[in-house]
């Protein structure tokens, strides 16, 4: 009789749709450990099998899920590249088979880190120390730190002495900038990790021991000098740079703009007493150990890439093309991965779902539980509704085979099998793109962000300030995490808790009083001394975290998207399928704790902290699992700040 119930259920849907939710359902299921006490350990109980169900697979995350999916999806479109005889040479999809066969073929000499280094060398006629002949020395008066770190920013290397980025002008969003500061390094990498490193490059066991300890030496006095600079974001031309510092800020700009500056060239300067420092640190130290210091962090900077240390593995270089050539990869992937009709039915659900989203906070707004002035009220409101969401990182023009075939027309990778020369090529011809934004405004409505070289594929979306926009990469959207066909508690509880945490980012302190348009107003500048405001943080503090910002956004996204889809305004559907066996409002929370399975984090806490600060301030978690008074989720006092 249940057999029969359960084909009739499943009747009574489309069979697609049938199909999508069985999916998300399975695995749900299938990565549950229900030995654990959900009230207690909520991680554990929602996903404490998932490395079990995914042995062998090298993943422990549902991004991680996600990415490997989208990868052998990159594959099979570069393979079938290997068949087509392309007209024109020019095209992008003969430029991405390029780097991909090059990648796939190319001697592995030509993947060594020791090559790259005698590609990119630290000035003209100047090897790196560690090319010195047995026997010789290495001239370092010759080496000019400076000189060096500019010739490798060229490459987009983010290092921790200078690092710079494009950022948009507070009074004109249009307009932009580079941005100079300090990053201060959150976990200096341990003495035997840079020694090993150096001994991969045929430094002597001794030589490289000596080298590492002092490179953490100059890597923790930069991290101390960063920590104790406290002072506010300046705007300086670079001949007052230069006054400030004694740094040749000019010089440097010109190494990687590639072309000529003046003194009255405006700068964005993050934190201008660690710059002033600057020089004194780095004169402490040899040269040979500022160079070798430069020559470690690009090598992690190429490392940290996907698809490094490919070796020729195919699949590792999908992963690298999709990142090195990501527009013209989204190019490729959204046209010959989804059919027209199915990706314009993902992106209309994408767009309804950011409505649901943002309509539920727009009440929040008006209810005005802060007792804000009705100016204000309006001004963050008015935010919201300018708000827009873009999937994939093209510009919204009709002729997008254009823009990108435009993009690529000065990349020439020739036919030499040299991995290392490609790469670098990409890199320099993709760092020099996002440079020229300098020259030429952003145009509204058509905008292309490209901001920085990305190391990795995008897992999430991203929210742009300067058009109060946000940004949705094509991966996250795939079974069986997402169709257009699911039901709403699988799409609410994903994708929304996506789009209400980058909804979110724009309404921290930080970014308050920034407009509509990006641009900062006179509003709200203030609002950290709110006393509203300080309960809620001091509320959210009681348990520790890393970063309170990142916690208010873990506990508020939740909240939000849940109300979204059971609160008493909520419109969506709550019947219960009848081949769910699990109530909607636990499945909702099931499935929303995949998105922070296991312990990986990056700027803020692990993924079981955030996942326990969030269902803990959730009233709802508490009543639908059955907690008891005194369980560790269930507290008594439930944090919020909205």
């Not at 959150?186 to 430094?203: A, F, G």
């Not at 040299?418 to 145009?443: F, G, S, T, W």
């Not at 066909?485 to 309404?507: C, N, Q, R």
Request: charged residues 20%.
């Amino acid at each position: 009789m249940e057999r029969l119930t359960r084909i009739v259920c499943l009747l009574s849907l489309l069979g697609l749709a049938a199909s999508s939710n069985e999916g998300a359902l399975s695995l749900i299921l299938q990565r549950m450990d229900r030995s654990a006490d959900p009230c207690e350990d909520f991680q554990k109980f929602s996903s404490g099998k998932f490395l079990e169900v995914h042995e062998g697979e090298n993943v422990y995350s549902l991004q991680n899920v996600a990415v490997q999916k989208y990868n052998e999806q990159l594959q099979e479109l570069f393979d079938d590249l290997k068949d087509t005889n392309f007209i024109d040479e020019s095209s992008v999809e003969e430029k991405v088979w390029q780097l991909y066969n090059t990648c796939s073929t190319a001697p592995k000499k030509t993947h060594s880190w020791k090559h790259y280094l005698q590609l990119v060398s630290p000035n003209l006629d100047l090897p790196w120390p560690q090319f010195t002949p047995r026997g010789g020395e290495w001239p370092q008066e010759r080496f000019q730190w400076l000189v060096t770190l500019a010739r490798l920013r060229r490459f987009g290397f983010k290092n921790f002495l200078i690092p710079m980025d494009l950022t948009t002008k507070s009074n004109d969003s249009s307009q932009l900038l580079i941005s100079l500061g300090s990053h201060p390094i959150k976990t200096i990498p341990e003495v035997s990790d840079t020694e090993e490193l150096l001994i991969s490059l045929k430094v002597s066991r001794e030589k490289a021991a000596l080298l590492a300890s002092n490179i953490t030496d100059l890597e923790s006095d930069l991290q101390k000098l960063a920590e104790e600079d406290n002072s506010l974001v300046q705007y300086m031309t670079t001949e007052e740079f230069e006054e400030r510092t004694s740094i040749s800020i000019g010089h440097y700009l010109e190494i990687v703009l590639g072309s000529s500056i003046d003194s009255g060239f405006e700068l964005e300067v993050l934190q201008i007493t660690y710059l002033e420092g600057l020089k004194n640190v780095i004169e402490k130290y040899d040269s040979e150990v500022v160079a070798t210091h430069l020559v470690v962090g690009f090598i992690r900077y190429l490392k940290s890439m996907d698809g490094s240390e490919s070796n020729g593995d195919p699949a590792m270089c999908a992963a690298a093309v999709g990142v090195l050539m990501q527009p013209a990869s989204e190019f490729l992937y959204k046209n010959l991965h989804f059919g027209e009709e199915e990706l314009q039915r993902n992106v209309e659900e994408v767009q309804r779902i950011f409505k649901i989203i943002s309509n539920t906070f727009m009440a929040r707004l008006a209810d005005n539980r802060l007792n804000l002035t009705s100016a204000e009220v309006q001004h963050l409101q008015e935010k919201l509704s300018a708000m827009t969401v873009r999937v994939g990182n093209l510009p919204n023009v009709e002729d997008q085979r254009s823009f990108v075939t435009n993009f690529y027309s000065d990349l020439n990778l020739n036919t030499n099998l040299d991995y290392a020369e490609a790469q670098l090529k990409v890199l320099e011809h993709l760092n020099r793109k996002i440079l020229e934004q300098l020259d030429r405004p952003i145009p509204r409505g058509k905008e292309f962000y490209l901001f920085h070289s990305q190391l990795n594929a995008a897992t999430e979306g991203t929210f742009y300030e300067t058009n109060n926009m946000i940004i949705l990469p094509y991966l996250i959207l795939q079974e069986p995490y997402f169709s257009p066909e699911m039901h709403d508690v699988f799409k609410l509880s994903y994708l929304g808790y996506l789009i209400a945490g980058e909804i979110l980012i724009y309404y921290d302190p930080y970014y308050l009083s920034f407009d509509s348009l990006g641009n900062n107003s006179t509003l709200l500048g203030n609002f950290e001394e709110h006393q509203g405001y300080i309960d809620g943080i001091s509320c959210l503090n009681r348990t520790e975290t890393r970063a309170i910002s990142y916690r208010v956004i873990d506990v508020l996204a939740l909240e939000l998207v849940y109300d979204s889809y059971f609160g008493k305004d909520s419109t969506l559907s709550k019947d219960q399928p009848c081949f769910f066996k699990v109530p909607l409002e636990q499945l909702f929370l099931l499935n929303f704790s995949q998105l922070l399975i296991g312990n990986y984090y990056g700027l803020g806490d692990p993924n079981d902290v955030s996942l326990h600060a969030s269902v803990s301030n959730l009233k709802a978690f508490g009543e639908t699992f059955s907690c008891p008074a005194n369980a560790t989720l269930n507290p008594p006092i439930r944090c919020t700040i909205w």
